[in-house]
């Protein structure tokens, strides 16, 4: 079983992540997640930045994958998407369709991202011709779910493809065309002046009563909540990477608990 880093979700200052990735270069994790899958206006890092942190981390011995928007909504976002796409060096997690397109029609092999929603095994196995090796299900998948659809490509001969769960963090739960930052500071989206950056952890969102309810994101709704499989991590089977989320919090000591739950024989 190994351990990733999944990509960052929040807007952070571009001194920030450049130090947080520093920091990353030495974690006993051994896949790391780059790029922006929230929103394209968020532009503290460039695409040649995000390839100098990916080649500054492949050099600290880390498997290095580049992921996509979930939502591509504009031209401009395409060509983007095509140009990570053919970066020539690392693999992509493909979070939509059109970088599933993309990495078809190059003959590309790449990982399947959470908002691909994929429900049932021939979905799955379609994208494996496609060229998906590996596979982050989406949040509804439960172990029951994995179990269910792991079974019924393998009756149907399909070969099951690695999988990564969702192990620390908070939990994506929806995307929007609309910006829920901006439109909690009364702005227009194409005029939100970076509000994100003021929220490196996400805008909390409250009930009426004062109780925790949501995190607002740019475009994405996540759980108000930081959710945790440490302690489950010895009893999950068919399971073949964790992965932890940046978070605004000390990750140093999340990620040695998670290094240190894992099973002898499995480290």
Known sequence: MKLSLGPLQYLWP??????????????PVDIVYLGETVC????????????????????????????????????????????????GQFRIEANDLSAVQLCRERGL????????????????????????????????????????LRDALSREGGIVPEVEVHAWGRVPLAYSARCFTARAANLPKDQCVHRCLAH?????????????LLTLNGIQIQSAEVVSLDPAVSVLAGVDILRLYPDDADMTPIVNRFRDALPPRLH
Do not use: C
């Open 14 to 27: 571009r001194k920030r992540v450049f130090e947080f990735y520093r920091d990353v270069a030495r974690w």
């Open 40 to 87: 394209s206006k968020r532009r503290e890092l460039r695409f040649n930045d995000w390839i100098a942190l990916a080649a500054t981390l492949r050099d600290a011995g880390k498997e290095v994958v580049l992921s996509t928007l979930a939502l591509v909504e504009a031209e401009s976002e395409l060509g983007a998407l095509r140009r990570l796409v053919e970066n």
């Open 109 to 148: 092999a790449f990982v399947g991202g959470p908002t691909l929603n994929v429900y049932n095994h021939r979905a799955l196995a379609m994208l494996q011709e496609d060229g998906l090796q590996r596979w982050v299900p989406g949040t509804e998948h439960g172990p029951a779910s994995l179990v269910e």
């Open 200 to 212: 490196p952890a996400g805008l909390p969102l409250a009930t009426q009563e004062g109780e925790p």
